[in-house]
């Protein structure tokens, strides 16, 4: 499985470097719309010491580990809410006959090797962040656990997309709120947003556990919303159950795709 | 008795008039030639020709209602994190940029109903493909403008989505945190115009990085830079007026400025009408000017392959 997914990708990797040029600007480019994120939070700290209690250092820390997740997902599995594309076309059907799964094939459908220059400017930020607000080492161990579970619920956030097209046919972007707004969403601590929305992300869709609650314990800090200790730990837990999910969702909607047929 | 009257408004109708010094309708012919036909306004096929490609530019978007809806819930989202983001930075700093923070969250929100009709994301028009196709040689030979033909088709495709796509999430903020709306007819016009003028100076951008693909071939580095600048520099994210020293005073004299700022702050209340239009007009007309420059450019690259 692991071995068709990365010869599929390798596959779109040649295809893409076939033009040099174009596949270098890209990439170059692909860090600097990403960084017009970066720039807003720098412009809103130019203008202010705190948000929420947070300081620029802080929220920049959460910005590259929730980026940082994101940018792997768009890298390796956001290709996967093109599949309304597919079905439209019909070309879904040839990829139901093959002997890979369907999701593999989604997942690295026109696999783009550029997206990894934002995987690159993430890791940049959350780099700064780390060194400029010098952490205790004690707790540092929680940084890769807290980008691993990231990735899993950004991953299962993508299939479920993938999974409501086959719903959602005409429109497809609806799905973008869900995805791509939750990347928006984890940038900053949920403590700028309202109690009703804080508690929708944490007990509804698990999105605090991408990065805010593990946060909390990295810079050793109350949660303003008072949830209790044991929650920060709660992570891989709620990445499961969400991938679960998610994972059903999407056999149940291959299961009920029926072909147009002609 | 009638019937004389009527013959004698005939004969005046039909006399001629000195009209061989206008130029004539039909391009085959000139004037003094047999066929000429001063162009008049009746026979002016100009206008009615514009007027109709708007229309045929809204109804073609209108064909995606869906596309339209998921777009305009999208925003909607995307305007309610945002609006939360501004609110945290307003309560940090009450007052900043002079607005309060209900003005910032409206702000919030008309930037995001402007996103669809002043298309912030990708230019929205179809001379990229149909450069590399090969169509656009058709297109130059058209007996009509390049330039105002998409144009027209843009403006009515602009007007369809600012009605679906910008007043859904105008809606919602209203209902979720209270929005501000003009206090006048008058500042109601001054917006509208300046919404005009900004969707002008948006196409004449879009046409622009458009065009380059003729000597580029592959529109999406150029597109990608757009993108950045528009993002940055249009307001889309933040306020201008919040970007610190010298790259604030620039960002607010580029032409991005003019597509989401000035109108916003027209709606607010917040600029002198005035010279917020004439900053708009200037920029819509230079890019337009650039957009017909860069016209003839491509009329002199195009080479047609026969066949």
Known sequence: ????????????????????????????????????DVAVILIIFANTTSLAGFSREETLFLYGTANLAFCLCDLFVSNVDRISQHIKAGTFDTMLIRPVSAWIQLATDRFLPTRAGRVLQAAIVLGYAISALDLGSGRLWMVPVMIATGVVIFGALWTLAGALQFVLTDAPEVTNAFTYGSGQLTQYPLAIYGRDLVRGVTYALPLAFINWQPALYVLDRDDPFGTPGFMRFLGPVAALVLALLAGSAWRLGIRHYRSTGS | MAARASFIALRIAGRKADNSWLPSADPRAGPGTVRHRAITLRRCKTIPLYARLVRYGFRKHA???????????????????????????????????????????????????????????????????RIRSGDIALDLVRPASLLLWSLSEDLGRACYLFLVRGIPPMLLGAALFGVTHPAGPGQWLAFLVSFLAGMVASF????????????????????????????????????????????????????????????????????????????????????????????????????????
């Open chain 2, 63 to 129: 064909t995606y209602v869906w596309a339209a809806v998921a777009g305009a819930f999208t925003n909607s989202v995307f305007g309610i994190l945002r609006a939360y983001i501004l609110i945290a930075l307003w309560q940090a700093r009450p007052g900043l940029a002079g607005y309060d923070v209900t003005q910032a969250v409206t702000f919030c929100f008309i930037t995001q109903a402007l996103i669809g009709p002043m298309q912030l994301f990708g230019t929205g028009l179809a001379i990229p493909e």
């Open chain 2, 204 to 307: 004449g951008w879009r046409y622009l990085v458009s065009l380059s693909v003729c000597w580029l071939i592959d529109e999406r580095g150029v597109g990608a830079f757009s993108l950045v600048l528009t993002i940055l520099f249009s307001g889309m994210l933040l306020p201008l007026s919040l970007f610190p020293g010298l790259l604030g005073e620039l960002a607010r004299a580029l032409p991005w400025a003019a597509m989401v700022q000035a109108p916003t702050d027209l709606y607010l209340g917040k600029a002198p009408v005035l010279e917020t239009l004439a900053f708009q007009g200037c920029w819509a007309a230079a890019l337009l000017a650039a957009g017909a420059l860069g016209t003839r450019a491509i009329r002199h690259k195009v080479v047609i392959q026969g066949g």
């Open chain 1, 1 to 36: 499985m692991v071995r068709s997914y990365f010869l599929l990708a390798w596959t779109w990797t040649r295809a893409a470097m076939a033009y040099p040029a174009s596949f270098a600007l890209t990439t170059v480019l692909g860090l600097f719309v990403a960084g017009t």
